[in-house]
């Protein structure tokens, strides 16, 4: 298994291009199965994810093809017709999102069975909403032994979907089924993450009819059928967030290039709240520190446009070294602090009580052999390392794999030492 290996002390200077929002690009993907004629989606990421749920689609009927062409990476997803509507749990577990084909695999052929995820190492993840919604939609919806069996062998039917709290995948996954449905469809409580602007500008694209993506009210009128569209996937608000945390962490000047302004307001206010210099361009932002050492400030992670959660590891990983006390507290998930044990294998002082952290900041981490957990604590470590004294190796970075792509070229290019070293042992610079 893969490792990487940090050397910290190195500032960050120079540019970080962001890349496609995974969290975005592996729902787009799942509406290639809603039409018989091709998606093209560019800005796409290229990423562990992405290749699972290429592999899955692959076996229902979407012939995939990635290119690199001069504007991009590409993606061509066509499925003249959905030869399984089977999704198998070596697959499904290998990427939660991958559950999300079940709406299209019903709107489009009327039945699907598909695994249930299975848990994950940041919490439950149950599904029920999903099924909520489509059930609602006039899918009848069995389950055994760990499959979900759907049937609506005469098509979906608009319908109102109230979700008793706010759900990204599953507001995702009613739109995704509700486009092909018969009649209007209303989701009440939807989620507003910028993603769900993303995948209604790609449906629209394909012909679909939603309006209020982006609001808790999403109204979708069902139509017969969508037609291929090319759509460019969102830029990685997760991963913008990521570099303008390590560049505030390790101090320089990073300009972060091909995002949006926007997308992480919650996280640059708390930047800079710490003391870092914030500065927000016409397609991103720019980081500054200039040696100078952080305040500690205080977070709590909330639905779009709050805090988002999957930047709450990197936070903590900034608040090690911040002078004083901050406090994180994690709302959307119930076991999200997997990365604060190893963060003090790198000399940080946390206590996590329930949903909340206490991070009293040190003046110097130490390197230390370190393991990521899941995908946003695997970066945590990376970031941390960026400042501990000599060498941090993080492993299992299979997970850090799923959703930052050319994590070490793009830090490396700002001046950060950082390797890979592969399974075998052997380093590759
Ligand atoms: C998505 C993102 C993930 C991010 C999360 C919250 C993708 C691939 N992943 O995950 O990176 O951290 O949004 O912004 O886009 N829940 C239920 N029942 C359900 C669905 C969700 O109880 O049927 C719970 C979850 O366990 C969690 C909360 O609702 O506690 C929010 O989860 P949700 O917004 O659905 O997250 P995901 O879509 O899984």
Redesign the pocket.
């Known amino acids: 298994m893969d490792r990487i290996a940090i050397i910290g002390g190195a500032q960050l200077n120079g540019t970080i291009p962001v890349s496609g929002a995974k969290?975005s690009a592996?729902k787009l993907m799942a509406a290639s199965l809603l039409t018989d004629e091709p998606l093209r989606l560019t800005n796409m990421p290229r990423l562990a994810d992405t290749r699972f749920l290429g592999k899955l689609l692959t076996r229902l009927g979407v012939e995939v093809t990635e290119s690199d062409g001069s504007d991009g990476q590409q993606t061509l997803l066509h499925a003249p017709e959905i030869t399984s509507g089977f999704a198998p749990y070596d697959l499904v577990r290998q990427m939660?999102?991958s559950f999300n084909v079940l709406g299209p695999l019903v709107a489009r052929s009327g039945q699907a069975k598909v695994s249930l995820p299975g848990g994950c190492t940041i919490?439950?993840?149950?599904?029920?909403?999903?099924l909520q919604a489509i059930e609602a939609l006039g899918a009848k919806i069995d389950l055994h032994e760990g499959y979900v069996y759907a049937q609506a062998p005469r098509g979906l039917k608009g319908a109102e979907i109230t979700f008793p709290?706010?759900?990204?995948?599953?507001t995702e996954h009613a739109m995704l089924a509700a486009v092909l449905a018969d009649g209007v469809s209303v989701i009440h409580n939807a989620?507003c993450?910028p993603?769900l602007v993303d995948l209604q500008e790609c449906l629209n694209a394909m012909g679909a009819k939603v309006e209020g993506a982006g609001t808790p009210t999403v109204t979708i009128t069902g139509v017969p059928r969508l037609h291929g569209a090319t759509h460019a996937v969102i830029p990685d608000r997760i991963e913008m967030g990521t570099y303008a945390v390590a560049a505030a962490m390790a101090g320089g000047e990073v300009r972060l290039s091909n995002a949006r302004p926007g997308l992480i307001d919650a996280l640059l206010d708390k930047l800079k709240e710490a003391g870092a210099g914030v500065e927000e361009t016409a397609d991103g932002c720019i980081i500054r520190r200039d040696g100078q050492r952080l305040t500690a400030v205080d977070i709590e992670t909330a639905?779009f446009p709050g805090f988002?959660?999957?930047l709450q590891a990197q936070f903590m990983a900034l608040m090690t070294t911040a002078r004083g006390e901050s406090r994180i507290r994690e709302t959307?998930?119930?076991n999200r602090f997997m990365h604060a044990p190893e963060l003090m294998r790198l000399g940080a002082d946390i206590s996590v009580s329930g949903g909340e952290a206490r991070v009293r900041g040190v003046e110097q981490l130490e390197g230390a052999e370190v393991m990521a957990t899941d995908l946003r604590a695997s970066v945590s470590l990376v970031i941390a390392g960026l400042v501990a004294r000599g060498e941090t190796t993080v492993s299992r970075i299979y997970h850090l794999d799923r959703g930052f792509e050319r994590l070490e070229e793009k830090l490396g290019a700002c001046g950060a030492q950082v390797r890979r070293i592969k399974g075998d042992g052997e380093a590759e610079l």
């Open positions: 969290n592996i939660r999102a919490g439950a993840r149950p599904v029920d909403l999903h709290f706010v759900s990204v995948g599953a989620a993450e993603e639905p988002a959660t999957d959307i998930f119930e």
